[in-house]
């Protein structure tokens, strides 16, 4: 027999029981877990004895009790040391204090560490008003359990704590006994712990739950009541000295605990677990299916320490996710299949069966992955490569698998797509992933060639367009034709004529990231300018923001611009001209007949006088009214935009002849005159009087911008003959203030001028413009402002001119005794003609009346016949046709003497049927020679 039997069976005398079995006796009746009646009669004492006992306990703890007033004879100090070491070998904080007061009877040595050693539980606690909550629920059911407080530290720091305590009825006394946790870690390890976790990781506090002690002989010490509760059949085991194998071992011997994990472990080996690992954890579930976490700690004087954590609803939501994650598995588009690290199938999800197998329902958990693979490719629906077996395309899936390689195409028979992608699982298992991505590689496929199309198109498009970096204006994209335009560049920096011409273009697209026809200046290839308008948008390319831009060439347009504009002024100028010509033609047209009888009479007279004072006055009187003519002529001229008469000059004749006329004035006006001529310049081919009108005035222009000027005024004529244009050129400079810049494109604009009002009219220098460019020839500016003005005259030389001249010949005695009939609406008109012709030996009729005069041609024969072109009832035109129609001798013996050449049907007249006429005003000479030219049938004179 075992010397703890021993013990068990044999009733003691009251003076053989040690303090450490007095303090056991004590301890156990204190927690209630043993009838103080039954245990007084199992260990042969009396109540008394036994009252005596604990009171000796209560009052002094276990020294008391080798006291002999309690019964006992004195103890050496070492009967108590066993005693006082398995309770200070306690885990927990316990600690005995009476209920009335809160004294503090024991106070086991993690009680101290946490509270110090004040002599009433009330040091305790930092709230009070938590205590008496705590008292009143202790005093109202005789025990709290898991009471959370706020604790006041032996330093005096809070820290949060929780008690667990009972009240004992003991020798007349209420007295608590408390065991109480530090919460601190334990709240902190609870914030910590993830409750997504497979299993639970951290070890909750040994007090937290159910909680037990063995010394380090393995012999029970006490229990909490949760540990109790939990092993309800086998509490009343559990008493002091009770071996680990007779509660634990019991139990599980008994199946009322059944340690799932280690599996098939038993007591024996949770023990050398703990040896090995301290502390230790095995998952148990009882009877009633609660499951739960046993931990055992080893303590400092090799005592053992365990607690259970009770893990059952954890176990319940572990159930739930796993339930919930193979509804999820279940309900993916991607097809799952899970094989463990042996490559054995465990399960695959309804997608993964719809995708590829139609008898893989037949395969059964642990089949190879090998089996499974043949298995497929033998239902046909996988297309194998040229010559490959099932088995050979099994091997190389499952060679495939092992290396964990992803994006492993698999192709069907039916044209689908599938993407294998092998994944390693937390166990070491494999997880195949399948996708069907027929679509989207049809998508993309679309996609490509849809890019391909669009890339065909861009690059065939003619617009230029770019796509650059915001930043440092790096070109991304660059199709050809932007590079046929700007060359073969990479920044956008390049084609721009100066860095800030980019600043100030950024400056106004990025605000809005938006910006259209914006105008810009670029370099082409061929270092041209080119102007353009610019569009642009910004945009996200690849996490940086870019520029999208398409630029317009607007040079032509531009230019075109320009040109529309040169055509509108010109236009506008030639309109003013025509309206000018239109009113001088009204003029010239009411001031031809009076001119023609004064000219016409004027130089008649002069033949007839012979004062010579009278003379002089009727020459007078004739230059003038010649003079009148030639200016009417001249402005008939310009109306129509043609000269008058050309004949073969000398352009140095001509300005001598001007320099003649307005010399004096220059003289008086202080200007010095300069001639650099050249006199062996070629003649050209002009009217002499409308030439000499222009250079008039040109030199009168002159002389007025010298008026103004300080100092010595200088006017210089030039002539030159340039021959490689074949031109003779006349320059007039001056030295005044030139012409300012900006109105040297008007310059030559009818009516304006710059002279001041009732000085100028603006018509002199449009009306020379006119002449030269009837002439053929070019009339221009070169002007700098504050060096005077050069004016240049450019007409085209008469390289032979004695082939020019006239090598008609006229029979002047035929002309002689020839009848003239002379037709016009104006008597006064008719009687000169008449009296001009009588004294060249012509016989003359006059008739006032078209109609009248067609009736004398009928009646009479003429030679030649004289008609004006208006005449009111039948004019000039229908008078000749008539005529002619009469008789067609009439076809060259008609001329037209007129003031109306403006008329485009009157020149269309004179061309078609090569009449010849005279244009009023009359002068004797022209009139008498183009009467001898119609009477010596000789008709074509214009």
Same mark, same amino acid.
């Given at each position: 027999?075992?010397?703890?039997?021993?013990k068990?069976?044999?009733k003691?005398?009251?003076?053989?029981?040690?303090?450490?079995?007095?303090?056991?006796?004590?301890?156990?009746?204190?927690?209630?877990?043993?009838?103080?009646?039954?245990?007084?009669?199992?260990?042969?004492?009396?109540?008394?004895?036994?009252?005596?006992?604990?009171?000796?306990?209560?009052?002094?703890?276990?020294?008391?009790l080798?006291d002999?007033?309690?019964?006992v004879?004195?103890?050496?100090?070492?009967?108590?040391?066993?005693?006082?070491s398995?309770?200070?070998?306690?885990?927990g904080?316990?600690?005995?204090?009476?209920?009335?007061d809160?004294?503090?009877?024991?106070?086991s040595?993690?009680s101290?560490?946490?509270?110090?050693?004040?002599?009433?539980?009330?040091?305790h606690?930092?709230?009070?008003?938590?205590?008496?909550?705590f008292?009143?629920?202790?005093k109202?059911?005789?025990r709290?359990?898991?009471?959370k407080?706020?604790?006041?530290?032996v330093d005096?720091?809070?820290?949060?704590?929780?008690?667990?305590?009972?009240?004992?009825?003991?020798g007349?006394?209420?007295?608590?006994?408390?065991s109480?946790?530090?919460l601190?870690?334990?709240?902190?390890?609870?914030?910590?712990?993830?409750?997504?976790n497979?299993?639970?990781?951290?070890?909750?506090?040994a007090?937290?739950?159910?909680?037990?002690?063995?010394?380090?002989d393995?012999?029970?010490?006490?229990?909490n009541?949760?540990?109790r509760e939990?092993?309800?059949?086998?509490?009343?085991v559990?008493?002091p000295?009770?071996?680990?194998?007779e509660? *634990?071992?019991?139990?599980?011997? %008994? $199946?009322?605990? +059944? /340690? &799932? =994990?280690?599996?098939?472990?038993?007591?024996? !080996? #949770?023990?050398?677990?703990a040896?090995?690992?301290?502390?230790?954890? *095995?998952?148990?579930?009882?009877? %009633? $299916?609660?499951? +739960? /976490? &046993? =931990?055992?700690?080893?303590?400092?004087?090799? !005592? #053992?320490?365990a607690?259970?954590?009770?893990?059952?609803?954890?176990?319940?939501?572990?159930?739930r996710?796993?339930?919930m994650?193979n509804?999820?598995?279940?309900?993916?588009?991607?097809?799952i299949? #899970?094989?463990?690290?042996?490559?054995?199938?465990?399960?695959?999800?309804?997608?993964?069966?719809?995708m590829l197998?139609?008898?893989?329902?037949?395969?059964?958990?642990?089949?190879?992955?090998?089996?499974?693979?043949?298995?497929?490719?033998?239902?046909?629906?996988?297309?194998?490569?040229?010559?490959?077996?099932?088995?050979?395309?099994?091997?190389?899936?499952v060679?495939?698998?092992?290396?964990?390689?992803r994006?492993?195409?698999?192709?069907?028979?039916?044209?689908?797509?599938?993407?294998?992608?092998?994944?390693?699982?937390?166990?070491?298992?494999?997880?195949?992933l399948?996708?069907?991505?027929?679509e989207?590689r049809?998508?993309?496929?679309?996609e490509?060639d849809?890019?391909?199309?669009?890339?065909?198109?861009?690059?065939?498009?003619?617009?230029?367009?770019?796509?650059?970096?915001v930043?440092?204006?790096?070109?991304?994209?660059?199709?050809?034709?932007?590079?046929d335009?700007?060359?073969?560049?990479?920044?956008?920096?390049e084609?721009f004529?100066?860095p800030?011409?980019?600043?100030?273009y950024?400056?106004?697209?990025?605000?809005?990231?938006?910006?259209?026809d914006?105008?810009?200046?670029?370099r082409?290839?061929?270092g041209?300018?080119?102007?353009g308008?610019?569009?642009?948008?910004v945009?996200?390319?690849?996490?940086?923001?870019v520029?999208?831009?398409?630029?317009?060439?607007?040079?032509?347009?531009?230019?075109?611009?320009?040109?529309?504009?040169?055509?509108?002024?010109?236009?506008?100028?030639n309109?003013?001209?025509?309206?000018?010509?239109?009113?001088l033609?009204?003029?010239?047209?009411?001031?031809?007949?009076?001119l023609?009888?004064?000219?016409?009479?004027?130089?008649?007279?002069?033949?007839?006088i012979?004062d010579?004072?009278q003379k002089?006055?009727?020459?007078?009187?004739?230059?003038a009214?010649e003079r009148?003519?030639?200016?009417?002529?001249?402005?008939?001229?310009m109306?129509?935009?043609?000269p008058?008469?050309i004949?073969?000059c000398s352009?140095?004749?001509?300005?001598?002849?001007?320099?003649?006329?307005?010399?004096?004035?220059?003289?008086?006006?202080?200007?010095?005159?300069k001639?650099?001529?050249?006199?062996?310049i070629?003649?050209?081919?002009?009217?002499?009087?409308?030439?000499a009108?222009?250079?008039?005035?040109?030199?009168?222009?002159?002389?007025?911008?010298l008026a103004?000027?300080?100092?010595?005024s200088?006017l210089?004529?030039?002539?030159?003959?340039?021959?490689?244009?074949?031109?003779?050129v006349?320059?007039?400079r001056?030295?005044g203030a030139g012409?300012?810049?900006q109105?040297?494109?008007?310059?030559?604009?009818?009516?304006?001028?710059?002279?001041?009002?009732?000085?100028?009219?603006?018509?002199?220098?449009?009306?020379?413009?006119?002449?030269?460019?009837?002439?053929g020839?070019t009339?221009s500016?070169?002007?700098?402002?504050?060096?005077?003005?050069?004016?240049?005259?450019?007409?085209?030389a008469?390289?032979?001119?004695?082939?020019?001249?006239?090598?008609?010949?006229?029979?002047?005695?035929?002309?002689k005794?020839?009848?003239?009939?002379?037709?016009?609406?104006?008597p006064?008109?008719?009687?000169?003609?008449?009296?001009?012709?009588?004294?060249?030996?012509?016989?003359?009729?006059?008739?006032?009346?078209?109609?009248a005069?067609?009736?004398?041609?009928a009646?009479?024969?003429?030679?030649?016949?004289?008609?004006?072109?208006?005449?009111?009832g039948?004019?000039?035109?229908?008078?000749?046709?008539?005529?002619?129609?009469a008789?067609?001798?009439?076809?060259?013996?008609?001329?037209?003497?007129?003031g109306?050449?403006?008329?485009?049907?009157v020149i269309k007249?004179?061309?078609?049927?090569?009449?010849?006429?005279?244009?009023?005003?009359?002068?004797?000479?022209?009139?008498?020679?183009?009467?001898?030219q119609?009477?010596?049938?000789?008709?074509?004179?214009?």
């Open positions: 027999m075992s010397k703890d039997t021993e068990k069976t044999r003691p005398s009251r003076n053989e029981h040690s303090a450490e079995e007095k303090a056991r006796l004590v301890l156990e009746a204190l927690a209630g877990k043993q009838d103080i009646a039954e245990l007084c009669r199992r260990e042969g004492i009396s109540r008394s004895t036994f009252d005596n006992w604990s009171k000796a306990f209560v009052e002094a703890g276990t020294e008391r080798s002999p007033d309690a019964g004879p004195a103890a050496a100090n070492d009967d108590t040391e066993p005693l006082r398995l309770v200070e070998a306690f885990p904080n316990l600690l005995i204090s009476r209920l009335k809160g004294k503090v009877l024991y106070r040595p993690s101290q560490v946490l509270f110090g050693n004040p002599k009433y539980t009330s040091s606690w930092m709230n009070q008003h938590e205590r008496a909550r008292i009143e629920r202790l109202r059911d005789g709290v359990d898991n009471f407080m706020t604790g006041r530290s005096g720091t809070a820290f949060p704590t929780q008690f667990s305590s009972s009240v004992v009825d003991y007349g006394e209420k007295l608590v006994l408390s109480s946790i530090d601190t870690e334990i709240q902190a390890m609870q914030a910590e712990s993830d409750i997504a497979a299993r639970l990781r951290d070890a909750i506090n007090l937290g739950e159910g909680f037990v002690l063995y010394d380090k393995e012999k029970f010490v006490m229990a009541e949760r540990y939990t092993l309800a059949p086998y509490r009343h559990m008493t000295g009770t071996p680990m194998s509660i *634990s071992g019991r139990a599980i011997r %008994d $199946g009322f605990i +059944k /340690i &799932v =994990t280690p599996v098939d472990g038993d007591l024996a !080996g #949770l023990l050398n677990d040896k090995v690992n301290d502390p230790s954890q *095995s998952e148990i579930q009882l009877a %009633d $299916g609660t499951q +739960k /976490i &046993v =931990t055992l700690s080893r303590l400092g004087d090799g !005592g #053992l320490a607690t259970m954590t009770d893990i059952s609803d954890r176990r319940k939501v572990e159930v996710a796993r339930e994650m509804d999820i598995i279940q309900s993916l588009d991607e097809g299949s #899970l094989y463990d690290s042996e490559l054995k199938f465990v399960m695959r999800n309804s997608r993964r069966y719809e197998s139609e008898h893989e329902d037949k395969i059964e958990v642990g089949t190879s992955l090998g089996e499974v693979t043949r298995r497929l490719a033998e239902t046909g629906k996988i297309a194998l490569n040229d010559g490959e077996t099932p088995e050979q395309w099994s091997d190389r899936i060679e495939l698998t092992k290396a964990y390689r994006d492993i195409e698999i192709p069907g028979t039916d044209g689908r797509l599938y993407v294998l992608s092998v994944h390693k699982t937390e166990l070491g298992g494999y997880l195949l399948f996708k069907d991505i027929t989207q049809r998508a993309k496929k679309a490509r849809a890019n391909m199309l669009l890339k065909v198109i861009v690059e065939a498009c003619p617009t230029t367009f770019l796509v650059s970096r930043d440092d204006g790096e070109i991304i994209y660059y199709p050809p034709a932007s590079r335009r700007f060359g073969d560049i990479e920044s956008t920096l084609f004529l100066k800030e011409d980019r600043v100030t950024l400056n106004a697209l990025l605000p809005s990231g938006s910006l259209d914006y105008p810009v200046s670029f082409r290839r061929d041209s300018i080119m102007q308008l610019t569009s642009a948008r945009t996200d390319y690849k996490g940086e923001d520029i999208v831009s398409s630029t317009r060439d607007i040079s032509d347009q531009l230019a075109m611009q320009a040109e529309l504009e040169r055509q509108r002024n010109k236009a506008h100028q309109e003013k001209l025509s309206a000018l010509g239109e009113l033609a009204g003029v010239a047209h009411e001031l031809n007949n009076p023609s009888i004064v000219v016409g009479y004027s130089l008649m007279l002069q033949d007839k012979n010579p004072t002089q006055r009727i020459e007078r009187i004739g230059q009214a009148c003519a030639k200016i009417v002529k001249m402005f008939l001229a109306a129509r935009q043609g008058s008469q004949e073969i352009l140095n004749e001509i300005l001598e002849t001007v320099l003649d006329v307005v010399g004096s004035g220059l003289k008086t006006a202080g200007v010095r005159i001639r650099d001529l050249d006199p062996d070629p003649p050209v081919a002009a009217d002499p009087d409308q030439i009108q222009v250079l008039t005035n040109l030199v009168l222009n002159a002389e007025h911008a103004q000027k300080d100092g010595e200088v210089k004529l030039i002539s030159r003959y340039d021959r490689r244009s074949g031109e003779v006349i320059k007039v001056d030295n012409v300012p810049k109105l040297q494109p008007r310059i030559f604009e009818p009516f304006f001028t710059t002279k001041e009002a009732g000085v100028g009219t603006g018509v002199g220098l449009a009306f020379s413009h006119r002449i030269i460019s009837s002439h020839g009339l500016l070169h002007s700098s402002p504050g060096k005077g003005a050069t004016f240049i005259v450019r007409l085209n008469v390289e032979n001119a004695d082939e020019t001249g006239d090598s008609r010949t006229i029979d002047t005695c035929a002309t005794n020839c009848r003239v009939l002379v037709v016009d609406d104006e006064g008109v008719t009687e000169l003609v008449k009296d001009v012709l009588n004294e060249s030996g012509y016989e003359v009729e006059i008739c006032n009346d078209p109609v005069a067609l009736e004398m041609l009646a009479q024969r003429f030679d030649a016949v004289l008609s004006d072109m208006r005449m009111p039948l004019d000039g035109r229908r008078f000749r046709e008539k005529a002619v129609a008789d067609a001798q009439y076809s060259n013996r008609i001329a037209f003497v007129t109306d050449t403006m008329s485009p049907e007249l004179f061309k078609s049927t090569s009449t010849p006429y005279l244009e009023k005003p009359i002068v004797p000479s022209d009139l008498i020679r183009l009467v001898e119609l009477c010596s049938g000789n008709g074509t004179l214009s």
